[in-house]
């Protein structure tokens, strides 16, 4: 944490961006603010490739908050049966829906406290509707961004939520909306939570996972 500096930050976040772009890479994170929201519910504990599959599907029966609010709860069960928790998901996205509806006149709202108002949304989904749906500088922390953001040494932290406080006095604001999306690719693709790739990553001379990782190997790694 001593040889952190905003100078080694703004590079590594240079070298993700050269190697993934920032254009987000799921569906469900190029939407409008429903659907960014109702498709980030579904995507607790399921992969990207079901979450969109769930979501595309079941906007595209029920498009708007009323028509979902007003759907039967096993028809939306049987519509994203592909994602984790099918069943407790419909009652969800259902509610919530509802609650726009009827409280919001439809709308999303755009404000934190608004949206973690709603039933099963929490910060980081929260922060992905505020960040992909109305394009506002915040940064969600999923399981990837905190992953990595302590295996770079960036942040030591047991909860996302430590996790977030601290990334956000450590990068620089103007970065603040790639971070999200840069650590997911990186996580998919060669961060995982485990074997990561290290071999392969661009960034890992600035990582500290991989420098306590050579360090325990020791002389050997050179014979």
């Known amino acids: 944490m001593k ?15 050269e190697a993934y772009g920032t254009r987000p890479w799921n569906w469900h994170t190029q939407q409008k603010p429903f659907y960014v929201l109702i498709s980030t519910i579904l995507s607790q504990r399921t992969r990207d490739p079901q979450t969109d599959a769930a979501a595309q599907a079941l906007l595209r029966r029920f498009p708007t908050p009323h ?32 609650i726009i509806a009827e409280r919001y006149g439809g709308k ?19 922060n992905c509707v505020l960040l992909y749906g109305f394009h506002q500088a915040v ?59 290290c071999e392969e990553c661009n960034v890992r001379n600035y990582c500290q996972y991989w420098k306590d990782r050579e360090h325990q190997k020791g002389p050997e790694k050179n014979l």
Do not use: M
């Open 3 to 17: 040889e952190l500096s905003e100078k080694n930050i703004i590079e590594v976040l240079e070298r993700l961006k």
């Open 67 to 98: 028509d979902l609010a007003h759907a039967p709860p096993d028809e939306i069960a049987l519509i994203i049966r592909g994602v984790n928790y099918h069943r407790t998901k419909a009652l969800r996205v259902k509610e919530v829906s509802r």
């Open 108 to 126: 999303v709202p755009t404000d934190l406290e608004s949206l973690l108002s709603l039933p099963g949304v929490g910060p980081k989904t929260a």
């Open 139 to 197: 940064l969600p922390v999923d399981t990837h961004v905190h992953r990595i953001a302590n295996r770079l040494g960036w942040v030591n932290t047991r909860r996302p939520e430590e996790t977030e406080e601290n990334l956000k006095e450590v990068i620089p604001k103007t970065w603040i909306p790639y971070v999200n999306d840069l650590f997911v690719k990186h996580g998919q693709t060669l961060c995982r939570p485990k074997r990561p790739l």
